[in-house]
């Protein structure tokens, strides 16, 4: 994925183009935007209200709003919540569940703003690679997207008060992943990390929804933060792990761009292996955990571990994007099934099944819609 916001090489609208799109010539390197260029970009439409031009230009309210909600790609907010569930369900703790929930949202809608900001600094790329996107093929305008991504975001570290007092030390580092995770992208591996730690910051907010509101707040924050260490690896390996699967199918966007991802490196069958070695690794790892999950757990534990192996599978026996693309339909499940196994003792046995359910028939709707969400 690009975390915050993987960049699909089909049409966003065109799911009847056939797969072997993804084996057309990649265009040569790309100069994908930076961050300097898109705050000239917000000034240039700040300029334009004050002399008295319209705040969204040749669109309807209700229009902008149904866009901005495309661009950020809600089919994929179970990561973000997943992850900030599986955190809480790793401490010890009367459950708070208005808390956590807020945790959860806020995890969840903070992978929406990166989803807006990446997508506003690839529009370039985005052109060739995934031109039904938003912004890429103008309908969505960037200078009130932008001010929408910084509002919403701004919105969401406030909320961070809401979890709990010390929140605010993990709303800076997850803010500076992300506005750093297009760089990482340019070192094989570093990308995998910087979007793994994203994550692992969403189930430490879940950790944090759990905790009572101290006086000593910063100091427990901390403690229970290192108890939960194991889970959060966990959850960052998890993502690590499928945001791989990600690059795998995305080798054309992401050639284009200029990245250098592990697929890109070694290819898309050295990648899948990576993938098919790590699943051992992750399930040993589930099993360390020092309270392994019950039975509804351990079943959607199970369902993911074997989507995530046959996952792999055309990868390895085709080595294409267009294999690759296949596996991706079910990465993806695999992935956001795994955290919510993990919070299975916090979900409870119907929590849980409605929260995969939902989750998988967002997921595949979006497949139904186009090739590549």
């Known amino acids: 994925m690009r975390p915050a916001a993987e960049k699909g090489l089909l049409h966003a609208h065109d799911e009847h183009r056939a797969p072997s799109t993804l084996s057309r010539q990649a265009p040569g390197p790309m100069k994908s935007g ?5 705050i000239a970009e917000g000034q240039q439409w700040l300029s334009g209200i004050g002399r ?10 209700g229009r902008f709003v149904g866009l901005l909600i495309e661009a950020m790609r809600p089919h994929y907010f179970a990561f973000g919540v997943g992850a900030a569930l599986a955190g809480a369900a790793a401490v010890r703790a009367p459950a708070g569940s208005s808390r956590v929930a807020i945790a959860a949202f806020v995890a969840g ?12 600094l690839d529009r370039d790329t985005d052109a060739i690679n995934a ?12 200078g009130p997207a932008l001010a929408a991504a910084l509002l919403l975001g701004l919105v969401l570290l406030a909320a961070l008060l809401a979890v709990h007092p010390a929140a605010w030390t993990l709303g800076p580092a997850a803010v500076v992943l992300l506005m750093g995770y297009n760089k990482a992208k340019g070192i094989p591996v570093i990308g995998n990390l910087v979007f793994g730690s994203i994550n692992a910051i969403a189930g430490g907010l879940g950790v944090l929804g759990r ?8 100091p427990s924050a901390l403690a229970a933060l290192a108890e939960a260490l194991p889970m959060l690896g966990l959850i960052l390996g998890i993502n690590a792990w499928f945001v791989l699967a990600n690059y795998e199918k995305d080798r054309l966007g992401d050639r284009a761009a200029g990245y250098k991802t592990l697929p890109l490196l070694v290819g898309v069958r050295a990648s899948a292996l990576v993938r098919a070695v790590s699943l051992p690794l992750l399930a040993f790892c589930i099993l360390q955990l020092d309270a392994p999950p019950d039975l509804p757990g351990t079943v959607t534990l199970t369902v993911a571990a074997v989507l995530g192996g046959l996952s792999v599978l055309p990868s390895l026996l085709k080595g294409t994007d267009e294999a690759a693309l296949r596996g991706y339909r079910l990465a993806v499940p695999a992935s956001f099934l795994a955290m919510l196994g993990l919070a299975a003792p916090l979900l409870g046995g119907p929590g849980l099944a409605l929260a995969a359910l939902a989750s998988v028939a967002l997921m595949e709707a979006s497949f139904l819609r186009t090739n590549n969400p």
Do not use: F, K
């Open 131 to 142: 031109p039904g996107r938003p912004l890429a093929d103008g309908r969505l305008p960037a």
């Open 109 to 120: 809608m903070g992978w929406g703003v990166g989803q807006l900001v990446n997508d506003l």
């Open 52 to 61: 008295g031009e319209p705040l969204l230009p040749g669109i309807a309210w």
């Open 34 to 38: 930076n961050y300097r260029e898109l």
């Open 211 to 218: 905790l009572p509101r101290q006086e000593e707040a910063l």
